[in-house]
């Protein structure tokens, strides 16, 4: 078997929702062994949402968790209990990552910051993945992914200039941070390969999703002025356009051979001097659009995407699910795959978002059911026996 790159570290994994979950799913798929490390009878907070199989609701058929958390294993262990801590402390000896994404306050209630862990185990990386960060006076404010986008910045520069700012779809913050504290994590790895002792990795949500701003925050820096969005007709459209079966996004500005263009779409209209310069067609756009639109709306949108680019212009496809599950580009690099889980059944996935010549994404998973793997790690790992076991969960501690 090929190992993964990094085959040998294990991971505890203390993560939740979604920023630390996909953080410790990128180091799973990298072949590392990760241990995540749930509530008793309740799981991951992610467990209970959806979408669900036949929309079912259910602990082990949760979309967001099932792919958040293929490749790992799942212990549970109650963390507010003298037990449970003492027990997780032992599991620190052998670990090389903790990644936890708690308010900052909580490992520290704990018992288990930084400091002290450090003191188990001094080779240890902590990766602490939260709103605002360890310290500031943000630090303990609350949040959602809403508040996340707005506070960084990233809001006021998506939608309409003349409308109020827009939120991105779906909880791509989420995922930012996560992959923030993938490579800070890999990073504090490396280093520890030189300074033989392990650090503390604090990553901000909104500070990983600013990254985005840096055009921005430098115009202001260097002009004293603030962008604003952009206008409703910009250009020659730089708007989204409708097609016979969905929807296209040309590019229509900058140094184009406008002349090719009006070929390309067999328009002579469109081959008029007051469009060949992009002044002219930002001038004259209302214009241009007019034309444009019935042109374009002749065509299916696959059809133009591809017939465009063989002309050398960039357009582009927007792509639903459906379309991006049947996308050839996709299907020939094996970005998709199937699992089969225990009580989910076979569903599909998306998989590597990167590929490695040397040391490939590990083989799919499936996501573990909770406490799946509670005697393999308690037992084959720590030495306690199965009656042990009956006893801490007797107790509520596992």
């Known amino acids: 078997m090929v190992r993964g790159a990094l085959s040998g570290v294990m991971v505890l994994d203390l993560t939740h929702h979604i920023a630390g979950p996909y953080c410790t799913r990128l180091l799973a798929g990298m072949g590392a062994d990760v241990v995540k490390v749930e509530k008793p009878g309740v799981g991951d907070v992610a467990r209970g949402i959806g979408p669900f199989p036949n929309d079912e609701p259910h602990l082990e058929r949760s979309g967001l968790f099932l792919y958040l958390n293929a490749n790992k294993k799942s212990i549970t262990l109650n963390l507010k209990t ?21 308010e900052p306050r909580v490992m520290l209630d704990l018992g288990l910051d930084h400091e002290i862990l450090s003191k188990i185990n001094p080779r240890l990386v902590v990766t602490s993945i939260s709103n605002f960060g360890q310290t500031g006076p ?10 996340a986008l707005a506070v960084s910045g990233l809001m006021y520069i998506t939608g309409a200039f003349d409308r109020e700012p827009l939120k991105y779809g779906l909880s791509q913050g989420q995922y930012i941070a996560g992959s923030v504290g993938a490579s800070a994590t890999l990073s504090a790895l490396l280093a520890r390969e ?130 991006l599950v049947r996308c050839p580009q996709l299907k020939d690099r094996g970005y998709f795959v199937e699992m089969d889980h225990p009580v989910a059944g076979r569903l599909t996935y998306p998989g590597a978002p990167f590929k490695m010549s040397e040391t490939p994404w590990q083989a799919e998973r499936p996501a573990p059911l909770l406490g ?24 509520g501690i596992i």
Not at 86 to 98: G, N, Q, R, S, T
Not at 138 to 147: L, Q
Not at 207 to 236: C, D, F, L, N
Not at 307 to 319: C, I, T, Y
Request: glycine share 6%; charged share 25%; hydrophobic share 40%.
């Open 82 to 102: 003298a037990t449970g801590v003492k027990i997780f402390k032992e599991l620190v000896k052998d670990a090389d990552v903790i990644v936890e994404n708690f």
């Open 138 to 147: 943000y630090r303990d404010y609350k949040a959602t992914e809403v508040v």
């Open 194 to 323: 030189e300074a033989e002792v392990g650090q503390h990795v604090d990553v901000s949500i909104m500070e990983s999703i600013m990254q985005g701003m840096m055009m921005h925050i430098a115009y202001y820096s260097h002009t004293g002025a603030v962008m604003r969005r952009t206008p409703k007709v910009r250009a020659a459209t730089d708007e989204i356009m409708a097609t016979k079966d969905g929807y296209i996004a040309p590019i229509f500005h900058g140094f184009l051979d406008w002349g090719l263009m009006a070929s390309f779409l067999q328009c002579p209209e469109l081959d008029d001097p007051k469009f060949h310069s992009d002044a002219g067609r930002r001038i004259f756009a209302s214009e241009l659009n007019a034309i444009l639109a019935p042109v374009i709306a002749q065509w299916g949108k696959h059809e133009l995407f591809h017939a465009a680019q063989e002309w050398r212009l960039p357009f582009g496809v927007v792509q639903t699910p459906e379309d």
């Open 372 to 395: 799946e793997h509670n005697e393999e790690i308690y037992c084959g790992r720590l030495g306690y026996s199965k009656q042990d076991l009956v006893i801490l969960k007797e107790r």
